[in-house]
């Protein structure tokens, strides 16, 4: 979800009120996908990285995660939406781990569609957990046991990546599941992003022919 700052500077606002206008874009994004049969919308909210922005930012998206929690569960149990909450814990304190353990178990009956919320996550930082889960596990590593060692775990690999805010790259996100995920990358500033667009780029995906390393004899 990139280009909240931007999208506030060029409005001569504070940084803050583009991660504010982010928070509403998820919304209007989760309600776009899961209306056409999308069941799983995974959010890259917070990343390890993100700790060394300015003190009052980081601060601030702490409170907006927070705020997120307590207000839109309600919203997400109506419209069977279940949350799920992918990242570190080490950070937080008790008040906030319980705040989302809450929400997850409040929502966990949605069946309507899924949404994964990263904060502080790193792609790299989650396959060294996975790598020493299999190992305290004394399992024989394999593509499947490794898989479930993920924190996404039964969670089927995305099928479509996309980026906003004009930079052309993943940033540390979902580093293994995306292997063969297909990339879109969009100018729009999250805040602009638009269910019309995020249906042009589900349109444009489904004209893909995806081999998966096979060759399509048809």
């Given at each position: ?13 504070p940084?803050?009120?583009g991660?504010?206008e982010?928070?509403?874009t ?32 980081v ?7 927070r ?8 919203k ?33 009956g ?10 502080d996550?790193g ?36 099928d479509?990546?996309?980026r ?9 996100f ?13 100018d729009?500033?999250?805040?602009d ?18 081999r ?7």
């Open positions: 979800m990139d280009g909240n700052g931007r999208w506030a500077k060029k409005r001569l606002l940084r803050s009120f991660h504010k982010g928070v509403k998820i919304d209007r994004i989760a309600d776009t996908v899961f209306s056409v049969g999308v069941k799983y919308l995974t959010i890259f909210a917070f990343s390890t990285e993100n700790w060394n922005r300015p003190e009052d930012e601060a601030g998206l702490l409170g907006l995660f705020r997120y929690l307590k207000s839109n569960v309600p997400l149990i109506k419209r069977g939406i279940r949350l799920n909450i992918l990242g570190s814990r080490r950070a937080f304190d008790q008040e906030f781990i319980d705040l989302v353990d809450d929400a997850c178990k409040r929502t966990e949605g069946s309507v569609g899924t949404l994964n919320i990263c904060f996550y792609g790299r930082a989650e396959i060294v957990e996975a790598v020493n889960k299999c190992v305290e596990s004394g399992r024989k590593v394999d593509e499947t046991t490794f898989a479930s060692c993920l924190q996404t775990g039964g969670i089927p690999d995305p479509i990546l996309i906003t805010g004009g930079e052309h790259r993943i940033s540390n979902l580093l293994y599941q995306m292997a063969y995920s297909e990339l879109f990358f969009t729009t500033l999250w805040p992003f638009s269910g019309e667009e995020i249906k042009e780029i589900i349109a444009e995906y489904r004209k893909k022919d995806r998966f390393g096979r060759i399509n004899e048809e």
